[in-house]
């Protein structure tokens, strides 16, 4: 017992504190942010569906985050949906594997109009470390009509939403125009 205690004492931290918000203040100045455009767009909630293409999961365990308590997208009006047939907004992760690449196009096509299609991470923007594999048709775009990308391998919770505040305001000008 006192073996146990003494090598738990002696084992270093290896958990690191997120500094993505400093506090929540900064996040539900961006929450808000969200929320009037999703409010101005979409009359009150954003409904996204998320579909991964092939990817190492490592963007979907960013998305999840998303719904976590400190994030918490639902009180913004953003939640994620089970069906592309009541989402108004498509993430796609990952390269679109051979065999997903069908799928993908049905759920584009039952995804009803307007929809935005988002390619979150560098292998749904240009096909990673898997571009050119023969498994792979490499990026979202080169299966499906691409309307924003997400940088990064994977994107972190706060820049996935400070892209969708940019895709939202794009789309608010697009409405105005």
């Known amino acids: 017992m006192f073996r146990m205690l003494l090598k ?12 993505e918000f400093s506090d929540q203040t900064e996040l539900l100045v961006l929450g808000k942010k969200i929320q009037s455009k999703v ?7 954003l409904a996204i569906r998320q579909i991964d293409g092939g990817s190492d999961n490592a963007c ?18 953003i ?5 592309p047939k ?28 307007p929809k935005i299609i988002v390619a ?10 898997f571009k050119n594999s023969y498994a792979v048709k490499n990026k979202v775009s080169d299966v499906i009509p691409v309307d924003y990308g997400i940088p990064g391998n994977p994107p972190s919770p706060k820049t996935i939403l400070l892209h969708l505040l940019r895709l939202l305001e ?7 125009s």
Do not use: C
């Open 60 to 77: 979907e365990q960013e998305l999840v985050a998303l719904s976590n308590s400190f994030y918490d997208l639902e009180r913004f009006g």
């Open 86 to 113: 009541h989402a108004d907004l498509l993430m796609i992760t990952g390269p679109i594997t051979r065999n997903m690449a069908e799928a993908v196009r049905r759920a584009y096509a039952v995804t009803p109009d």
């Open 8 to 19: 738990i004492l002696q084992t270093p931290k290896t958990v690191l504190a997120s500094n």
């Open 120 to 129: 979150v991470g560098d292998e749904a923007i240009n096909g990673g470390i």
């Open 170 to 176: 794009i789309k608010v000008g697009e409405r105005q």
């Open 79 to 83: 939640h994620f949906v089970a069906s």
């Open 39 to 45: 409010k101005h767009l979409f009359r009150g909630s």
